[in-house]
Structure formats: C-alpha cells, structure tokens
C-alpha cells in the first residue's frame, strides 16, 4: 500500500510518500518514507501507483520525470531508475502501472500537446521508452486526463470527455482501437478496466439532477470491439453529488464514487457504491 501526503513536514509542496506492508497479524505496518532528492521539491509523490513489488512515483505536472522504486528479494525498496520521456517537459498528470509496463502522460511547456509513454522493463532494471501515443484523429490537446492499463489494452480518457483505447498486437506494437465520445462522455472522463469490461465515470452528468453523475459500463467483445454498454446511476442521487468521480472494476464487482453525496444532515461527506458484475 502506497498513500501520498501532498505536503510533508515543513517543506513547501514539498510532498513525501509512504509504504506500508500487511504484516502476518493483518497489521499494516509503515516501512519506508520516500522523499525527493531535490532540497526544493515541487509536489514530490503527488501520484503514486504500485503493481506487485514495483511502485511509481510522479509530481503530477509539475515534474521532468517520474521515478521507479523496487522491492528486492530481502524485502528492501529501492529506487530503481527515472523515467524521462524524450521528446516533452513535463509528465505525470496521469498514469499506471501494470507488471513491467507503464504508461505516463506528458505535455510540452504550453500545456498544448499531449502524449502518452509507454514503458517495458527487461526485467534486469532497465526501463526504455517503446511508444509515443497520440489519438488518431491528430488532436493532441489534452489527452491524458486519466489514463489506466492492463495486459495489453490501455485506456486513456481526456479532458475533452471522449474515451480513447489503444491495444498492442502480437508484435508489440500499440494501435488505437476505438474513440467513444457521446452525449454522456463529458469532461474530465474517469476510467476503469479489467479483461473484457470497461467503466467509465462523468461525475458532471444528470440523470437524476445537475451534477449528480452517472457511469457507463461496455463489454470489450473478442474482436476487440464495444458491445453491451449500461447504463449506472446512483439510486439515491441528486444534485451535486458526482457520481462517478472514482472508479475501480475487479471481475465481479464495480465501485463507484460520489465525491458530494450528502448523508443525512450531513452535507459533503460523500459516498461509495458497490455494484455486483452478473
């Protein structure tokens, strides 16, 4: 477990990350404190993702690079490399990691053109840059709101509303599949995947009021393609709640968040729903 602390101690934006492990009691138990290098850090570990024993860590946009941390075999983390994609400044509005792979959002200085990098680990240590992804129809402008990744499909949802995927062949090489954009898909979208289903969030929808959010849920068919979409609202929803603000799909459940649920008298607290995949 990785939880990121914005600001750390007394440093300005400085921002820290810490690692916990469950223990054999069922104890989570803090075990390391990552901390910049850099004396005047920016939003250090403002994004932070883990997959299996190997953590990233980014400053969201504020930053030339992201770093790879490891666990060894004696259960030590250590940093591994940095990431600096080749041809932009700035990376780490979004990104993900999945095993050896990770896919990191970048812009150049004017916050104009976006991409999405995609790293693969030869599993020695050694990270290198294997693709640059931009959507098919030339519009770089804001790509990579959110992007998540797993196996071989790569979700990426954009500021614009519209929901890209791009999936790698047999070769390695990554294609864009498909670009769902639609009276529902609104900006920011908020995405979610696992093999064969895909979620997506607007939490600006209102369907049962302004604002109140909704999702919607597509089944990937085996030629790639989306069939199957449904519709999920809140069954309890009303204005402003932001229903589908957070997302997360296992393979038999969907989880929801509504960032502005208001419960009882109390108003903001925020709610989650868990939905059941039949």
Do not use: M
Not at 161 to 166: A, E, T, V
């Amino acid at each position: 477990l990785v939880v990121s602390a914005v600001t750390c101690g007394q440093r300005y934006q400085g921002g820290c990350a810490y690692i916990f492990e469950r223990n054999e009691s069922g104890v989570w138990v803090e075990k390391l404190k990552l901390e910049s290098e850099d004396p005047l850090p920016n939003n250090y570990a403002r994004i932070v993702d883990v997959s299996g024993d190997t953590i990233l860590v980014s400053n969201g946009d504020s930053s030339r690079d992201a770093e790879v941390y490891i666990r060894d075999e004696a259960g030590t983390w250590l940093k591994q490399t940095t990431l600096t994609p080749s041809d932009f400044a700035y990376v780490g509005v979004a990104q993900a990691i999945d095993n050896n792979r990770i896919a990191l959002s970048g812009t150049d200085t004017n916050r104009e053109l976006w991409r999405v990098y995609i790293y693969e680990s030869d599993g020695f240590g050694a990270w290198t840059e294997q693709a640059i992804l931009t959507p098919n129809d030339g519009s770089g402008a804001k790509l990579a709101y959110q992007v998540t990744l797993l196996n071989d499909v790569l979700l990426v949802g954009d500021w614009e509303g519209r929901l890209h995927i791009f999936v790698r062949d047999a070769i390695g090489n990554w294609e864009q599949h498909d670009q769902l954009s639609d009276d529902f898909l609104r900006k920011p979208a908020r995405v979610a995947n696992t093999d064969n289903i895909i979620l997506v969030g607007n939490s600006y929808d209102d369907p049962n009021g302004a604002e109140c959010g909704a999702a919607l849920a597509f089944v990937r068919q085996s030629d790639g393609d989306l069939g199957g979409k449904v519709n999920i609202v809140a069954s309890d929803g009303s204005d402003y709640d932001e229903f589908g603000d957070a997302l997360a799909l296992t393979n038999t459940h969907a989880i929801i968040g509504a960032a502005r649920h208001n419960s009882g008298d109390d108003a903001g607290t925020g709610a989650v729903y868990v939905y059941e995949i039949n």
